[in-house]
């Protein structure tokens, strides 16, 4: 069974860091672009940051820019989201999420369609 598991969150004071894992069992993510999403409650699911299967591209919402690190250890099938200086706005429910694309695909990477999601993990950023 493909299956994404996600897990890191928790509850970090403002300017707080916190490392998201997603973790890939029955399938290798060798050959899948990854992606991170969030929901906030009353709020649509947005695209946090992306990366392509080789790790070669990635892409950041601009919100999280120079905020927030995407990476791949393929070895150990496993997708990281770094998220440093946190910020109230960026509670929300965390989901990865992968996609089987082709690699000559040079678009943004979170604007392709996802097959494989996660349950989420829940970031809440407070003091």
């Known amino acids: 069974q493909l299956q994404l598991v996600e897990s890191g969150g928790g509850l970090v004071q403002p300017g707080g860091s916190l490392r998201l894992s997603c973790a890939a069992s029955g399938f290798t993510l060798d050959y899948y672009t990854i992606g991170w999403f969030r929901q906030a409650p009353g709020k649509d699911r947005e695209g946090v940051s992306c990366?392509?299967?080789?790790?070669?591209?990635?892409n950041y919402a601009d919100s999280v820019k120079g905020r927030f690190t995407i990476s791949r250890d393929n070895a150990k099938n496993t997708v990281y989201l770094q998220m440093n200086s946190l910020k109230p706005e960026d509670t929300a429910v965390y989901y990865c999420?992968?996609?089987?694309?082709?690699?000559?695909?040079?678009?943004?990477?979170?604007?392709?369609?996802?097959?494989?999601w996660g349950q989420g993990t829940q970031v809440t950023v407070s003091s």
């Open positions: 990366i392509s299967s080789s790790g070669g591209s990635t």
């Open positions: 999420a992968a996609a089987r694309i082709l690699t000559t695909y040079s678009g943004n990477y979170c604007r392709v369609p996802y097959h494989y």
